[in-house]
């Protein structure tokens, strides 16, 4: 069973840096794709930033040049280093993984963890 578990999310002042880390068990995952997206209050879930098994990036035009996604395949953790934050990144935080068993692709998604930036 695939688990993924996010932590590094809290309270930060406007211009300050969080890391946010994504644990990932029960597969392997380097073929696999990873990415984080999030949920602000009252507004619909989006993509933040991904990273391919190959190593690709791309991010959502609001968080470049901020937020830098990578990730660690020996340790099976996701990482996104969020620096110059603004009140506008709180939102809730998850992790994405995608596994692919051909012809198959299963989904699999963090509990999240939340981030607050304050003004």
């Known amino acids: 069973q695939v688990q993924l578990v996010e932590s590094g999310g809290g309270l930060v002042q406007a211009g300050g840096s969080l890391r946010l880390s994504c644990a990932a068990s029960?597969?392997?995952?380097?073929?696999?794709?990873m990415g984080w997206y999030r949920r602000g209050p009252g507004k619909q879930r989006e993509l933040v930033a991904t990273?391919?098994?190959?190593?690709?990036?791309n991010y959502a035009d609001s968080v470049k040049g901020r937020f830098t996604i990578s990730r660690d395949n020996a340790k099976n953790i996701l990482y996104l280093q969020m620096n110059s934050l603004e009140p506008e990144d709180t939102a809730e935080y998850y992790c994405?993984?995608?596994?692919?068993?051909?012809?198959?692709?299963?989904?699999?998604w963090g509990q999240g963890t939340q981030v607050t930036v304050s003004s």
């Open positions: 029960g597969s392997t995952f380097d073929d696999s794709a």
């Open positions: 994405k993984v995608e596994v692919f068993y051909p012809p198959y692709t299963y989904t699999y």
């Open positions: 990273v391919s098994s190959g190593g690709r990036t």
